[in-house]
């Protein structure tokens, strides 16, 4: 028997009154469910995901059940609660359940002129003693030595922001000492600080699955692409790691470290969560990115005038990619109550803020660079970047509800912050 063209090898069940040696297999629920996955497979990047949505839309229905008996006795609200979630997208889910029922019911195109018709068909095939639902076992693969190292480097690679915090901790310590560092004292913090803020950022998205689900659905955790048991693995020894490092470079780092790790966990834990509330969420964040700052400084053994600009405007661009990040993710957020800065006063005026940001880091800038003895091609510099940053801001007030345009000018961003940091390093050349 040939495989038909809608189905994969791995999941293919053979059609109704098909033979498997003497028997003739019947229909069955769990045909049903099969083909509503696969419609909604349309907008799904794997299996799990279509599950996820098949799950997300019965709860709609009926808050608190999974059950697809659910769709089965009501498919004209199911067929509502695809229309609500999908908006424009919703036709291509109806059309392709509905060919999915038709192909494998082997129904009629007069009994299936749409989902709900398709779905009633199929119920009349059902064997009558048949009542609950058994899910299909999903046999999980085998599980390689390597596999833990590759979920490494799957994270490593999704949370490529951690290097905004190693790169503006360098630039710090360079500024501390007159760019003559001690490399193995540099290469110790650079661990350190690498993988506490890797970690945080691993534990941030273990406690932001279901709104990544929603607002980032390809992320490592989202799509299952790596088991949560690896996650809080790699998450557990990041964090061994970098308290361990930082004790043998010295408690003043051990204290930075442990201190960053709190703001860290006070940000995404869920009995505190503090990224629920956009006046904490910002301080948090802007206090962690300042306290990488003045760890360079403090390990290079000099808090001068330019490590506190460092600090200062770490701390005031990690607001830019926050609050970027915020308008990218309100549909998210507002699904799950979280009350960012965007979702209190929307999107537009929150652009207007954002935009102000680069402003107040080029009079900074400007206006005290000689306080930091640095050359007077930093103000040059500074003013060219910020005004490249807010003219980029200011186009977003066009398309704030394009979320992957925002999301390309938080990427751009993140390349401002590190031209800013390098600025600073140009600023200390003799001229």
């Known amino acids: 028997m040939t495989v038909p063209e809608h189905s994969s090898g791995d999941s293919f069940r053979p059609e ?22 696969t419609g909604l497979g349309v907008f799904a990047s794997d299996e799990y995901r279509a599950v996820y949505w098949r799950n997300k839309l019965i709860w709609e229905i009926k808050p608190g059940s999974s059950n697809v008996d659910d769709v089965l006795r009501n498919p004209d609200a199911f067929l509502k609660t695809i229309e609500g979630t999908f908006g424009l997208g919703a ?3 109806e059309r392709a359940i509905t060919r999915e029922i038709r192909l494998r019911f082997q129904l009629e195109p007069s009994e299936s002129r749409g989902m709900v018709a398709a779905i009633k068909s199929a119920m009349s095939e059902f064997p009558p003693n048949q009542q609950e639902i058994v899910e299909i076992p999903r046999t999980p693969p085998e599980r390689g030595f390597l596999d833990p190292l590759k979920s490494f480097a799957i994270l490593a690679r999704s949370e490529y922001r951690v290097t905004m915090f190693v790169w503006a901790l360098v630039t710090a310590y360079l500024l501390a000492t007159d760019l003559k560092p ?24 273990l406690t932001d699955v279901e709104e990544d689900r929603i607002d980032h659905p390809s992320r490592p955790l989202a799509s299952n692409s790596v088991p949560v048991t690896d996650a809080w ?18 408690i003043p780092c051990l204290i930075l470290v442990l201190a960053s790790f709190l703001l860290g966990i006070a940000y995404s834990h869920p009995s505190i969560r503090s990224k629920r509330l956009f006046p904490l969420k910002v301080l948090i964040s802007v206090s962690g990115a300042v306290i990488v700052s003045l760890a360079g400084g403090i390990i290079g053994g000099n808090l001068d005038a330019a490590v506190y600009f460092s600090a200062t ?32 006063i929307g999107a537009r005026n929150s652009i207007f803020f954002i935009a102000c940001i680069p402003l107040a880091i080029a009079f900074i800038g400007v206006a005290f660079f000689r306080m930091a003895n640095l050359n007077p091609l930093f103000p040059v510099l500074i003013v060219i970047i910020t005004a490249y940053s807010s003219l980029n801001l200011i186009s977003l007030l066009g398309k704030y509800d394009d979320y992957e345009f925002v999301r390309l000018t938080k990427s751009r961003m993140r390349l401002v912050h590190f031209a800013i940091q390098l600025s600073l390093l140009l600023g200390l050349l003799v001229l």
Not at 16 to 34: C, H, I, M, W
Not at 313 to 338: E, K, W
């Open 16 to 37: 109704r009154g098909s033979k498997v040696g003497t028997a003739v297999l019947p229909v069955d629920k769990n045909d049903l469910l099969e083909c509503i996955d």
């Open 91 to 93: 036709w291509a889910i």
């Open 182 to 205: 001690n490399l193995i004292q540099l290469g110790e913090l650079v661990v350190a600080w690498y993988f506490i803020s890797f970690g945080v950022y691993v534990f941030n998205a």
């Open 233 to 250: 693995a790699i998450f557990a020894v990041s964090i061994a790691v970098a308290f361990e490092t930082s004790f043998f470079i010295g």
């Open 313 to 344: 405007f770490f701390g005031l661009f990690a607001m830019v990619t926050l609050l970027l990040g915020d308008i990218s993710d309100i549909p998210g957020d507002t699904a799950s109550g979280v009350k960012s800065l965007p979702v209190v």
